[in-house]
């Protein structure tokens, strides 16, 4: 018997960690307990984007989207919406500047404004049942290249196309196709590379674990196309559901006879194991990677020779990254001028961001590449919360820079985003609001990358600590006055010497901080003064006589007991020797009164 | 498995996503209000659903509305279709919702006895 309703819930990690698997058992229960088993599906789905409303559901046909969905929820949803027919209107989406409920998916403007091609999947189909995918033409490219195309021919359909990595450094993917198939030698790999380190970065995780499928028939069309018979995923331990899935889609696979020996009977074999990496960022890198993969320790080396002519095991290897894999069955389904129809001329296709910081629509987004910072951020993103100023937004992680209010209308491409000193990444997009200090922004990155540096080379080893103790000089108020000069130097020295990606691009968030908001260091050091008053070291809690009420709170919330008053005798006061500017009595104040005011 | 098996794979699975990719040629709309329900659309509505199970079609999907304001004439049903009116019946028994299906959907011929409105 069809089913009349389809009820998909999301199951990507950031509405699991909010129990949408709770919420699943609860509607699976109600409806059995309304005789609706029959008619009624409940299938998980991987992420469907707006991470910061979940656990999040779509009930088609309707096409209503519920947020925010409690377990205590699943009885009126079954009652009202899915016997009687009518959608449970407070748990729609409501538009913050329209005031008004949205009763289709894809009518809220966080949707209406995305092209979703690599994640046309994810939050759409069952990511553990293969028929779904393939339901959704999954294989169908693999079908098509094993059939009637030679593996020249894919390589020249992926150059054709102009797909450039989109692990961020946008290499021409056909080219290094092409790379591995002519390397001489009989055996070769395919490697995935989802080693995803970026703090705030989630855009593999989360299309491992939406569309597991569409990875492996990646990295199968491309195996056939550069001759290898062999592949590994690398895969963060710390990703177990995308593990899971993984495994779940791989096995299934493999029964099927769309994996392993004698693909489609076709005489095509080709085979993928999973590797899990321990979390060190450097892994990212793909010679340390590889190493990794080897059972050694993951550190690069000097390249070349390049992977593609001796990589894993020392054979050629393909190595691209998740959601380049993700593109490349649209590709041969649609052809390479489709895929060239989107995006710009010299970086065409979608990307994949994962929105996050101080926007209200947090999320995992995918645009046409060239659509501008402004429309991912205010209008996709649904602008800053509360009512604050954009500051700047960060790309591409711990590797990238900051991009201040004056560029927001830069199209994001691989060459706009260099040219302001920041770089597309994977796809990590942190936004922030005047509240951030840009000097502790470097200063948080700095630490991350220095502490990431595998040790290998002098320059990042030794450099990154370096700079990392300036700006943590700075931070404190010791700021000397050629620290500057002497942080762009050291910089300089870090981004040229080191050895790998990690070393040549960690000064990235210090150099475009110091090009775009030189004047905030410069405030630091000069006048002790942090406008954001984030650096702890520069500022002072004060409670203001007019406006303490003397309800005590802040005196038993404080954890260093600095606060003295007697309860309805107001004003209270900060014992400034003592307070350790933890922010704790600001939060609990209910009336607002304590501030926080520059230190001299 | 050849490649014509993976093809018939996806013939039968793309059945089970229409409903979620919007791609159905008709749309019929049980009314399932309080007087809906009262009247036995619950029983009109899976009767639709079983017929269609068992007819096998494809691009047909079945969902559910609210009260019409029709309650002297329920169970109340609309079949939309692609490019014709609308055709709304009343007082829909489980057997005319069988009826509807074969001569209405697969043939192409409304059930005059149960049609109270026509919209284009």
């Known amino acids: 018997m069809p089913k009349r309703i389809d009820v998909l819930i999301c199951g990507g990690a950031a509405c699991l960690s909010s129990h949408s698997d709770e919420v699943r058992a609860a509607i699976v229960r109600e409806i059995e307990a309304h005789g609706l088993g029959k008619e009624v599906r409940v299938v998980e789905t991987g992420c469907m984007g707006p991470c910061e409303l979940g656990p999040v559901m779509v009930v088609y046909p309707d096409g209503a989207f519920y947020i925010r969905v409690s377990p205590q929820d699943a009885r009126e949803i079954v009652e009202e919406h899915f016997l009687k027919g009518r959608p449970v209107q407070r748990l729609l989406w409501e538009t913050p500047e329209a005031r008004r409920i949205i009763e289709e998916r894809k009518q809220v403007p966080f949707f209406a404004k995305q092209k979703k091609v690599v994640l046309a999947n994810c939050g759409l189909i069952d990511p553990e049942n293969i028929e779904e995918y393939i339901a959704a033409d999954g294989y169908t490219a693999l079908g098509k290249v094993l059939t009637e195309m030679s593996p020249q021919e894919v390589v020249e359909e992926i150059a054709a196309s102009g797909l450039r990595g989109r692990g961020g450094a946008g290499f021409p993917t056909g080219r290094k196709w092409k790379f591995v198939a002519d390397a001489p030698g009989s055996v070769k790999y395919v490697v995935c590379n989802g080693d995803e380190g970026d703090p705030g970065a989630f855009m593999d995780r989360s299309l491992l674990e939406g569309d597991p499928h569409a990875v492996i028939e990646g990295m199968t069309i491309a195996a056939y196309a550069v001759g290898a018979s062999r592949g590994y995923i690398y895969v963060r331990a710390e990703y177990p559901l995308a593990i899971k899935r993984l495994k779940i889609a791989t096995t299934a696979a493999r029964g099927m006879g769309l994996l392993g020996e004698d693909i489609l009977e076709t005489g095509f074999s080709f085979d993928i194991e999973l590797r899990m990496g321990a979390g060190a960022f450097v892994c990212g890198e793909e010679t340390a990677l590889i190493a990794s993969i080897e059972g050694k320790r993951g550190q690069p080396r000097p390249r070349p020779p390049y992977p593609a002519v001796q990589g894993l095991f020392e054979r050629p290897t393909l190595i691209n990254n998740v959601e380049t894999f993700g593109n490349i069955r649209h590709i041969i389904l649609n052809g390479a001028d489709w895929f060239r129809s989107i995006g710009t001329e010299a970086s065409p296709g979608t990307k994949v961001f994962a929105l996050s910081g101080k926007v209200i629509n947090t999320g995992l987004v995918e645009v046409p590449m060239g659509t501008t910072l402004r429309e991912l951020i205010f209008g996709i993103g649904g602008g800053i919360p509360d009512g604050k100023e954009f500051k700047a937004v960060q790309t591409g992680g711990p590797s990238g820079g900051c991009i201040p209010a004056e560029h927001l209308d830069t199209p994001i491409d691989y060459e706009s985003l260099q040219a302001l000193g920041a770089i597309m990444g994977s796809g990590g997009v942190i936004v922030m609001d005047e509240d951030n200090c840009m000097v502790n922004l470097a200063r948080f990155f700095l630490e991350f990358t220095a502490s990431e540096s595998c040790g290998q080379c002098v320059p990042c080893r030794v450099g990154l600590p370096a700079m990392l103790e300036i700006l943590e000089r700075i931070s404190r108020g010791a700021g000397r006055p050629d620290d500057l000069d002497r942080l762009e130097q050291l910089a300089e020295t870090v981004q040229r010497a080191s050895l790998c990606g990690l070393g040549q691009t960690a000064p990235n968030p210090v150099l475009s901080t110091l090009r775009y908001f030189r004047e905030e260091y410069e405030e630091h050091i000069r006048e002790g003064r942090c406008r954001a008053k984030v650096c702890t070291a520069l500022v002072r809690y004060w409670i203001d006589p007019e406006a303490c009420r003397g309800c005590d709170q802040c005196r038993r919330a404080c954890p260093v007991e600095a606060i003295s008053g007697t309860p309805g005798k107001p004003p209270y006061v900060i014992d400034e020797g003592m307070c350790v500017r933890c922010g704790t009595c600001r939060e609990v104040c209910p009336f607002s009164a304590i501030e926080i005011l520059d230190r001299r | ?120």
């Not at chain 2, 013939?11 to 008709?26: C, I, N, S």
């Not at chain 2, 999907?61 to 079949?79: C, D, F, K, N, Y």
Request: net charge neutral.
């Open chain 2, 1 to 120: 498995m050849k490649l014509e098996d993976l093809r018939k794979i996806r013939e039968r699975a793309a059945k089970e996503l229409t409903l979620r990719t919007g791609k159905a040629r008709v749309k019929v709309i049980v009314g399932m209000g309080t007087s809906g329900i009262a009247a036995g659309a619950r029983d009109v509505l899976a009767a639709f659903l079983d017929e269609i199970g068992k007819r096998d079609l494809s691009e047909v999907i079945v969902t559910q509305s609210g009260e019409r304001g029709l309650a002297s004439a329920e169970p109340v049903v609309e079949v939309h279709e692609e490019g014709k009116p609308t055709v709304v019946y009343g007082n829909v028994t489980p057997e005319a919702a069988r009826r509807i299906v074969a001569e209405h959907i697969v043939n192409g011929n409304p059930v005059a006895e149960y049609v109270i409105e026509v919209r284009e």
